[in-house]
């Protein structure tokens, strides 16, 4: 469990050569290699997702794009990182909604303010959730689930992340809509809660698309819903939470990217529409689809928008849920 001195000391020595003196960014912006921090371990869907619009950006600007991994503690450290770089236009971050909008309601001490201590540039992707059972699991709809587990006599255990993870939130709503009493069993991985999901030791759990696609395909998960409001083009087949009728059940992940609170406006201009072209790109939304994940459609004025309301309703749901990290 990381403590409140734990996370700003990661924090501090991560951060340590940051620059914190603004520069202004002239007409030749940009003139050198620009860095996107994400969060996730190279290979993750937030690494892959941050690469292919890195290539895309980087032929938009004439400039490198690169990504640089900054794993750790809730995605603390890369946010801390990004906020605390040289608000220059050189640093950015695919921030996620966990990280952006949830995080800080969650954990009592975060290292960065969502709000202040960054701008929005673009919204990038979403990524949505499945209700997953196992394969030998006779329940055929989310509806005869639970009222398979409405006659088990106990509660039905759930695979999590842990508190404030999206896999722990929308399965705290599902038992809330449904009026089952649900008890979480945490992991530190999900190819863990895939693994125990699969062998039949969890009742369900909610995990995104791009990491269960190939075990449901396989038959080795059964899918019963996404939990979104609208189907999604990757498993058209699934019906939705709210089709299912367990409206409240919605979380989908999103992806943003996000520069340090001052960095110069004409900086944040190229950025945004480097990123917003890349995103337009039908050979680049194939292939971020590919990852089973949805790309992005709104223009940053929308972002902004978007950005303030989801920060608000999380807030709303996590105190409702009363979760809480010390």
Known sequence: MWNRGMVYAVCAAACLSAQTVPVRAGDDFPARPVSIYVANAPGSQADLLGRILAQGMATRLGQSVIVENRVGASGFIAARATAQAAPDGYTVMLGSSGVMAINPHVYASVPYDARKDFVALTYVASSPNVFLVSATTEAGSLRDFVDAAGKA??????????????????????????????????????????????????????????????????????????????????????????????????????????????????????????????????????????????????????????????????????????????
Request: proline share 6%; no cysteine.
């Open 153 to 326: 006599g106990r509660p039905i255990n759930f695979g999590s992340l842990g508190p404030g993870a999206t896999t722990n939130i929308v399965s705290q709503l599902f038992g809330r809509a449904a009026s089952l009493p649900v008890t979480e069993i945490s992991y530190k991985s999900e190819p863990a809660i895939i693994n125990d999901l699969v062998g039949g030791r969890l009742d369900f759990s909610v995990l995104p698309i791009a990491s269960t696609v190939t075990y449901i395909r396989s038959g080795k998960l059964k899918a019963l819903a996404v939990t979104a409001r609208k189907r999604t083009d990757f498993l058209a087949e699934l019906p939705t939470t709210v089709e299912a009728g367990y409206e409240p059940v919605q979380m989908t992940q999103w992806y943003g990217l996000f520069a340090p609170a001052g960095t110069p406006k004409e900086a944040v201009s190229k950025l945004a529409a480097a990123a917003e072209a890349t995103l337009a790109d039908p050979d680049t939304r194939r292939r971020i689809a590919q990852l089973g994940v949805e790309p992005g459609g709104l223009d940053r004025q929308a972002f902004l928008r978007f950005f303030a309301s989801q920060y608000e309703e999380y807030g709303t749901m996590v105190k409702r849920l009363g979760i809480k990290v010390d």
